[in-house]
């Protein structure tokens, strides 16, 4: 037979082997055999826990969605491809309130599928095959694959990692690497999956440098409400002379543990939001009008609802970064923001695929190996998230010591 997928496709699902491929193996099997909500068997610190208390949206949102639904009218099937225009201004309306720049609802503004779709809809618009984008090491995993498939090429560069255990933001790092070649640069703030908080002075100095070589920025800003210890999370499009430079994008999947409605946005200048929205079209025409109710309700919500859950995440943190930190050969980063820690495992084992086959094997414990995060400074780590409930943490936290023990 002719191989009939394409090679396009074929990128998102490179050839892996060693303890990688042992990983994934040991991972889905023990996903099928055994029941994810039994908290003695198999347990996933990979993602948060969405969908068990206190990780479920709160109920002024379910509220919001269900009387959407209550009350259908033409809009509920087809709203505009852009989003609702009244969601559009109360999405204005908070970037000017609470990240200090100003948006155009109708010309700036893009309403996605989560904000993972933001992602794909920017590079597929902005990437030409062999356009190289810079990303720090460590960051969001899914950055590498969707430039590759948007033709383009990721060039990494390090971030820089301190005695604490933080992995921190490194301006020469990046403006070593840093070219006229570089069309994009993509990043998190707060980092996931090492929870720094971009200072002020950081964000200039990206400034600096995308100006000096000429290239936009993608500024995800997914994380930019779970930030803890009076540490503030700065917009890069709040950075003057920026916003026309810079693709932002912001969602509900986070604090909001708002998951279940796939729902996020784009903020783009107008030159570039246009491709995006004709993507948008091309790919799945709008996203679901109920979703689009329950993100208005989040971001009309009273600030208490946040600071609540907030509080929640910061409690959690607290435990597992003290809890790693007792582990001997393990050290911990207390992350400034995110859900996740990001412990240092090199001293036990410098692999981090070959540590977390352990871990899965020995403790039925599945955390993210760090190799997914960048090809460096991210190896010899473990993404552990906290957003789960105590006691599940407590057991995770217990597994993972008598795991060492035996090592
Ligand atoms: C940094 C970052 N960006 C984007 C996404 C995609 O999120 P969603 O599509 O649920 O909004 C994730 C998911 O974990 C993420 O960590």
Redesign the pocket.
């Given at each position: 037979m002719k191989k009939f997928t394409s090679d396009r496709v074929n990128i998102l699902s490179p050839v892996i082997s060693g303890s990688a491929a042992r990983f994934d193996e040991l991972r889905s099997t023990m996903r099928r055999a055994i029941d994810p909500q039994d908290a003695t068997g198999f347990l996933e610190f990979g993602?948060a826990d969405a969908g068990r208390d206190p990780f479920n949206p709160d109920a002024h949102i379910r509220k919001a969605a269900l009387e959407a639904m209550e009350h259908p009218g033409k809009d509920l099937v087809y709203t505009p491809t852009q989003g609702l225009l009244e969601v559009r201004k109360a999405i204005a309306d908070k970037c000017e309130r609470e990240n200090g720049f100003e948006v155009d609802p109708r010309k700036e503004v893009q309403i996605t599928?989560?904000?993972?779709?933001a992602?794909f809809c920017t590079t597929q618009c902005l990437l030409n095959p062999g356009d190289k984008v810079l990303i720090p090491d460590p960051?969001?995993s899914?950055y590498q694959r969707i430039v590759k498939y948007s033709g383009g090429v990721p060039v990494s560069f390090p971030f820089r990692e301190d005695p604490d255990g933080q992995t921190r933001f490194d301006a020469e790092a990046m403006e070593k690497i840093a070219s006229p070649d570089i069309k994009l640069m993509m990043f998190?703030n707060p980092n996931?999956p090492g929870g720094y908080i971009m200072k002020r002075d950081d964000l200039e100095a990206i400034a600096e440098i995308a100006e000096k070589n000429d290239f936009l920025v993608f500024a995800?800003d997914?994380?930019e409400k779970l930030v803890y210890d009076g540490h503030e999370h700065i917009s890069f499009a709040s950075i003057p002379g920026m916003k026309d430079r810079t693709i932002t994008?912001m969602?509900?999947?986070?604090t909001e543990s708002m998951?279940m409605f796939?729902?996020?946005y784009v903020i783009a200048p107008q030159r570039i939001l246009q491709h995006i929205t004709k993507l948008v079209s091309a790919i799945l025409i709008r996203s679901s009008y109920l979703s689009q109710k329950a993100l208005q309700a989040f971001i009309n919500e009273p600030k208490k609802y946040r600071d609540m859950r907030r509080d929640i995440h910061r409690k959690a943190r607290d435990y597992v970064w003290k809890e790693f930190n007792k582990i001997d050969g393990i050290r911990c980063n207390k992350p400034m923001g995110t859900s996740y820690v990001f412990p240092n495992h090199r001293e036990i084992n410098p692999s981090s695929y070959d540590f977390a086959v352990n871990l899965l094997e020995k403790g039925l414990v599945q955390l993210n190996p760090g190799r997914q995060y960048g090809p460096e400074v991210s190896e010899g780590h473990q993404r552990f998230c906290f957003a789960s409930p105590m006691d599940r943490l407590e057991e995770g936290i217990r597994r993972i010591k008598a795991v060492r023990e035996e090592l």
């Open positions: 993602n599928v989560g904000t993972q779709m992602i960051d969001y899914g998190t996931n995800d997914l994380y994008i969602g509900v999947s986070k998951q796939r729902i996020g």
